[in-house]
């Protein structure tokens, strides 16, 4: 076998060893071994068991000679590599002396790699490339050899002693190594040998052979730059593992380590290396190699923490646990069983001493205690967040004694102290810890010291839960919850009760937070999650019943969570928390208060209450006969809960209950022209796909409760209607999916354009019976509404019928009398036009009508359209254009068309706000009707203008003026805030009519105010029904508009204007959008009103546009500053002001309140209102009231608002008349008196009132001082008998009359007065 191995290796002897020189030796191995076959095939044979040392002895003796010369000559370096860095020779030898190149450290030698130019490789370079890389790969070939051969021998448990190796064998591996760096010189083809030889070296160490400790030097650095790099894998990181304990042979005191040190820094900020196990293992292990590179890695993962992600701080985390249990093992293990325990590898290994070891695990517990006393006492929430992220780990394994006393001796140094600190956030803080640390004990003492720990975690968390700041007392709660969740046999009964007490009885209804309130019920919900306190929280859920009507949403929402999760809980019924009537007030209430029926409470109330108004595993009969009862018992609550249903069950259960509502419709439709099937046939649900059926709603079952389906009863067909226009919205977006269209066609079957039509046509001649004001005729309109506005969703086969109908209506309406029209609403017919892309055509038609209306001559306006302009999004059920092509919209009556326009503006309707939406969306048809509505303001300046022939105006021309006047302004601004904009700007067409006001309208009434007609303009002011400023006597009064919360600025503010403030504002009566003129006015006095009018309109409409976040803010109060002049004017038994004051104090009141803007607030202060007027105070009041109730206001005007009313105090020569509040009160003006009364019901204001008279009285040395002064007397002793707000007055006003540097006698005199006063 060694002959043929030697026969089979004469080639490559003859190769390496018959050559005149190692040049020629080179390029003979090269050639015989760069066909891969011929390579692969010497490989394998010194792998083979038949490769002998003698075989080894001589191959490797004469690759020695050759790999000494290539490497010493550095041959295997390109020639222009050492041209390009001469210079660079050149600087590093000027800077640091002498110093050979070869001799230089690491660092500066990896650093050049990254600034060296391409290199150009040459013949010679290239083959001794060559062959290093066959050398590597023969002598690691050899090395598997070894291995093999002793894994034969010897048994496996001593596999770990060191392989000898010949020493050539040891010199070539040691000149191949030494020669690692400086291939990073020599091109690709220099990195390809580099990493064959990197893998020589990890194959050496690996085999635990002799002097292995001699390889590493080099390897290490260059294995974990390989790590860093952008393309590292985690096999590369696995290798790095795999050569862990020749970390240990480095000193990394040494200052030649610090290029290593940094790039084992680096590992920290890797992901690689954070989120893969092997990479979390490495960077632990680091910990371990030195203290001084623990406090350094340390340092380094601090800096990452701010910037790291949710996912990555627990890996951190990880990193930090995995270190300290390395450590704590390594260390019981040497003082367990010494140095013997040490494996044989150890011996090529420096020693590390026990004192070393113990002082790495002090290390690492030091830089975790670090975090620990971090995590309480930084100042970021965030910070303290992402600490305890890193620290849960430690928490998670509480029940491992050795990290329970671990916890123990890091946390209780500070812990405890922290609990009761000043600082409130250290509280906050700290109280996490303490849940998730409790019980914070030694496991190594006993009972006795447990139940210390225990009273001290009790009295800590009463200390929290009655902390005086909100924060802390959400922060006790939350750590209160989690330690009886957790650990609740660990706490006594008597503890149990006490923390729950506070919990339910205090924190549930801790008025002066919601946050508290919220968390509180968080925490119940939180405590049900364990079943062993079931028996304890189940008297005391009624408790939490009354938090179902929280004013917070959030708390609303939580409390309704909760009845969730109690509903899910065997033993507990939600409605012995909260009665069902609560419940459903609750939800009418939520319909109310949002503006809107879908909202987080709605959907979560009607999930709650699904069951029991519309069960999924009932008959059809069932549930419709629960529905039909449910709307006619309780319809607002109804109306929110199926707009909310419909997106919480399956579309196939909607589609089923929508068809069963129009069923509905249909039958009373029947029975009312008695022709009714009461047992219908069954109707089969997509029958080909689901097979599901749906039940006849009329059924047998059902006999007992459809008495009620009957026409008479309109209210119930109007909520019929309403809901199941609710459901088909709701379920729109769904119908458009494909896989629902058996669904969709499903609905369409029932909902076609004859059934639309026949139910309108039925509820239209209802409406037309009897008094035309009645409830009957509105919920008529309404059932029209709905079901015209689910024309959308008709067959596209079925729709040119249903608009040839409609067009035929709006015929037969236009020929109707007068008299005969209010019996039919047409807005919902027009709506059915904005399905089909011709709103456009609607434009024009409603523009040529109201243009005619203020024009002398009949000319065309606008030009015939050509063309549809299509805008907006095409929906699915828009018909196509061929069905556009044909029939136009008629033109209507001018007065008709601005009752329209009127209604479509200020409406909440659906067809309202589908027919608005429409027309604001397309360009076109907002200019058409701006344009017309525009002539409307021509129209009043010459009614203004024209005194002497007033009388040849009608009094129904002057009210549809009004009509169209407000719609102008209300539509260029519906126009603006369809925008898509960040900013809501104010329009030309709303700047052109503030500045028609203040320029012409104004300044011709004013020229004209010289009449002294007798009658009013306007009905009795009825001041005392005021309500658009707020009627309740409370500290938070109704807001001013329809909206409770200013809406976010996006385009859905289209459908969210606010309407117009109610008629009790102004005495003007207000019916379909007209306003009413007395026909016996003077011709002034109709100029009068007709201003007056739209200056309240005009108040209210741009008041609107604050509240929902307009801007130009600045330009509309300037405006409205010039138009108080008319104020001072009053014709005959017309005041102005009084006419205007409601909504002037409404405007007022937004512009302080949103705008931050007291200026026009000045202005009532100075009006005289000498004449007594019922409701003036109450009025202004109401103002006052809505203004302090904004926590905006008082952070920001409430000085500048006091201000004011200081500065307007009436002084009198004898004050002393002034004996008590109420004759100081009377002698003063009403704006004054109003404001005071306001000021008193209000602690906040008054302190800020009584510190502005103080800081008044300290600066100014005026007679004014004086009333200054009484105010603040009358005040003091107007609070004698109430401890808590007195003692704040008085500390206020000693405050700053001590501070005062103004010792004129005037002021010493009144400050003695004040001072003997209050010591009294």
């Not at 894994?151 to 002693?161: A, C, D, G, Q, Y």
């Not at 389906?709 to 199941?724: F, G, K, P, Q, Y």
């Not at 002294?1012 to 309740?1032: C, E, H, M, V, Y």
Request: a negative charge; glycine letters at 4%; one cysteine or more.
């Amino acid at each position: 076998m060694n002959m043929s191995v030697t026969n089979e290796f004469t080639s490559l002897f003859e190769a390496i060893e018959q050559q005149p020189d190692h040049s020629t030796s080179v390029a003979s191995l090269v050639d015989l071994l760069s066909s891969s076959k011929d390579r692969n095939h010497f490989l394998a044979v010194i792998k083979s068991s038949s490769f002998h040392k003698n075989h080894a002895r001589r191959i490797f003796g004469a690759l020695l000679e050759i790999i000494s010369a290539i490497v010493q000559k550095e041959e295997f370096v390109p020639a222009n590599a050492f041209q390009d860095h001469e210079g660079e020779d050149e600087r590093r030898n000027s800077s640091q002396g002498t110093k050979d190149s070869h001799n230089m450290d690491k660092s500066d030698r990896l650093s050049s790699v990254s600034s060296m130019p391409p290199v150009t490789p040459d013949e010679e370079s290239t083959r001794a490339l060559h062959f290093m890389k066959y050398t590597t790969m023969m002598v690691q070939s050899y090395l598997a050899n070894i291995l093999s051969r002793r894994i034969l021998k010897e048994p496996t448990s001593r596999v770990r002693k060191p392989n000898d190796v010949m020493d050539e064998v040891k010199e070539i591996t040691g000149i191949l190594h030494s020669s690692l760096f400086e291939l990073n010189s020599c091109g690709k083809e220099g990195i390809v040998v580099q990493k064959s030889i990197i893998s020589l070296c990890e194959a050496y160490w690996n085999g635990n052979f002799v002097d292995r400790n001699d390889y590493v030097t080099s390897l290490i650095p260059l294995l974990v730059l390989r790590t860093l790099d952008g393309n590292a894998t985690k096999a590369d990181i696995k290798r790095l593992w795999d050569m862990k304990e020749a970390l240990h042979l480095i000193s990394f005191q040494d200052e030649s380590v610090v290029f290593l040190r940094s790039l084992l820094l680096r590992t920290v900020t890797s992901l690689l290396y954070v989120k893969s196990v092997e990479g979390r293992k490495m960077i632990a292990h680091l910990f371990q190699l030195d203290t001084s590179l623990v406090k350094d890695l340390h340092t380094a993962i601090k800096a990452q923490i701010p910037m790291a992600t949710k996912t990555v701080l627990p890996l951190y985390g990880d990193i930090y646990w995995r270190a300290w249990r390395e450590a704590s093992q390594t260390n019981d293990e040497n003082n367990d069983n010494g140095d013997n325990n040490r494996t044989s590898q150890d011996d090529q290994s420096p020693d590390v001493s026990d004192d070393d070891l113990k002082n790495i695990k002090d290390s690492i517990e030091d830089v975790l205690q670090e975090l620990m006393n971090a995590s309480v006492h930084v100042a970021s929430p965030h910070m303290a967040k992402s600490l305890r992220s890193i620290l849960d780990p430690f928490h998670a394994l509480k029940k491992n004694p050795e990290v329970d006393l671990l916890l123990y001796e890091l946390y209780t140094p500070f812990l405890w102290r922290s609990l009761s600190a000043a600082n409130p956030m250290v509280r906050v803080n700290a109280s996490s810890i303490l849940a998730r640390t409790f019980p914070l004990r030694n496991p190594n003492m006993g009972s006795i010291h447990l139940k210390e720990v225990n009273d001290k975690t009790v009295e800590s968390l009463l200390s929290l839960l009655n902390d005086d700041d909100h924060k802390a007392r959400v922060a006790g709660c939350n750590a209160t919850v989690q330690i009886l969740a957790t650990t609740w046999d660990a706490l006594s009964t008597k503890d149990i009760r006490i923390l729950l007490n506070v919990i339910i009885t205090k924190h549930a209804k801790d008025a002066s937070s919601s946050a508290v309130r919220t968390q509180a019920i968080n925490g119940i919900s939180q405590l049900l999650d364990a079943p062993e306190t079931h028996g304890v929280l189940k008297p005391l859920m009624p408790f939490l019943g009354d938090l179902i009507h929280d004013r917070v949403e959030k708390v609303r929402l939580a409390t309704v969570k909760l009845l969730l999760k109690l509903k899910k809980t065997k033993g507990f019924k939600y409605y012995h928390t909260v009665p069902s009537s609560h419940l459903l007030a609750r939800l009418a209430a939520e319909g109310e208060v949002n503006k809107s029926a879908v909202g987080p409470v709605a959907s979560a109330l009607t999930e709650l209450l699904s069951n029991s108004f519309f069960p999924l595993n009932a008959k059809p009969s069932e549930q419709m006969r629960r529905t039909l009862s449910f709307l006619d018992n309780d319809p607002k609550a109804a109306r929110v809960f199926y707009a909310n249903i419909g997106y919480q069950l399956e579309i196939r259960s909607v589609s089923k209950l929508i068809v069963l509502f129009i069923k509905t419709l249909k039958l009373a439709m029947a029975r009312d022209v008695k022709d009714v099937d009461v047992h219908g046939p069954e109707v089969n649900l997509v029958e080909d796909e689901a097979g599901d059926d749906c039940a006849d709603p009329h059924g047998e079952e059902a006999d007992s409760d459809v008495d009620v389906v009957v026409s008479s009863n309109t209210r119930l067909m109007s909520e019929i209607a309403d809901n199941m226009l609710a459901l088909l919205t709701s379920i729109s977006n769904d119908l458009e999916d494909p896989e629902n269209e058996g669904c969709f066609h499903f609905i369409q079957q029932e909902i076609r354009s004859d059934s639309i039509l026949d139910l309108c046509t039925h509820f239209q001649t209802k409406a037309g019976v009897g008094d035309p004001d009645t409830s009957l005729k509105i919920d008529c309109q309404r059932i029209c509404s709905s079901l015209l506005s689910c024309s959308r969703f008709v067959h596209v086969d079925d729709r040119n019928r249903l608009r040839r109908d409609c067009l035929n209506r709006l015929e037969a309406y236009i020929k109707l009398p007068s008299t005969e029209r209010n019996s039919m609403e047409i807005t919902p017919y027009l709506s059915v036009f904005c399905f089909w892309n011709t709103s456009r055509d609607m434009a024009q038609s409603l523009s040529q009508s109201i243009s005619s209306l203020f024009k002398k001559d009949d000319e065309i306006v606008f030009a015939p359209v050509s063309g549809m302009l299509r805008s907006g999004k095409r929906k699915q059920f828009d018909i196509s254009e061929n069905e556009n092509a044909t029939d136009c919209i008629p033109k209507l009556p001018g007065d008709l068309c601005i009752q329209i326009i009127a209604n479509v503006l200020r409406g909440s309707d659906p067809c309202s706000l589908l027919i608005r939406d429409a027309l604001v969306s397309c360009e076109e048809s907002t200019t058409m009707l701006t344009n017309a509505l525009e002539n409307a303001t021509i129209a009043a300046e010459e009614i203004i203008s024209r005194t002497a022939s007033f009388d040849c105006y009608e009094t129904n021309y002057i009210e549809l003026v009004l009509s169209a006047c407000e719609a102008f302004g209300r539509l260029s601004i519906h126009k603006e805030a369809y925008k898509n904009n960040t900013l809501l700007d104010l329009s030309p067409q709303a700047k052109s009519l503030l500045r028609w006001l203040s320029r012409r309208a104004l300044p011709l009434i004013t020229s004209k105010l010289s009449s002294t007609d007798n009658s009013s303009p306007f009905k009795s002011l009825n001041l005392s029904r005021i309500s658009a400023i707020g009627t309740r006597e409370s500290a938070s009064p109704i807001p001013l508009s329809p909206l409770i919360l200013q809406p976010p600025r996006r385009r859905s503010n289209v459908s969210t204007t606010p309407s117009k403030v109610d008629s009790s504002f102004v005495s003007m009566e207000m019916q379909g959008g007209r306003y009413v003129v007395h026909s016996d006015f003077g011709t002034t006095q109709k100029a009068l009103a007709l201003v007056i009018a739209i200056l309240q309109s005009t108040f209210a409409l741009f008041g609107d546009w604050l509240k929902v976040g307009g801007q130009g803010s600045d330009d509309i109060i300037s405006h409205v500053k010039e138009w108080t002049q008319i104020f001072d004017y009053k014709v005959g038994g017309v005041d102005v002001k009084l006419e205007l004051l409601p909504s002037y104090c409404r405007f007022a009141a937004i512009t302080a309140r949103i705008c931050s803007d007291v200026s026009l607030m000045d202005v009532l202060f100075n009006l005289d209102f000498s004449e007594s007027e019922n409701g003036i105070e109450n009025c202004l009041e109401d103002a006052f009231r809505y203004i302090f109730a904004s926590k905006t206001t008082r952070d920001h005007n409430l000085t500048d608002i006091v201000r004011i009313l200081a500065t307007n105090l009436r002084s009198y020569e004898n004050q002393d008349e002034f004996s008590n509040m109420e004759r100081f009160l009377d002698g003063q003006n009403t704006a004054v008196k109003a404001m005071l009364r306001t000021v008193m019901s209000s602690n906040i204001v008054l302190l800020t009132l009584a510190e502005t008279l103080s800081q008044k009285i300290a600066e100014n040395d005026t007679q004014v001082c004086f009333i200054h002064a009484k105010l603040l007397l009358l005040l003091l002793d107007h609070y004698k008998d109430q401890q808590s707000t007195f003692g704040e007055l008085k500390q206020c006003v000693i405050r700053h009359l001590s501070s005062s540097k103004n010792e004129t006698e005037s002021i010493q005199s009144i400050r003695d007065v004040i001072t003997d006063e209050v010591m009294s």
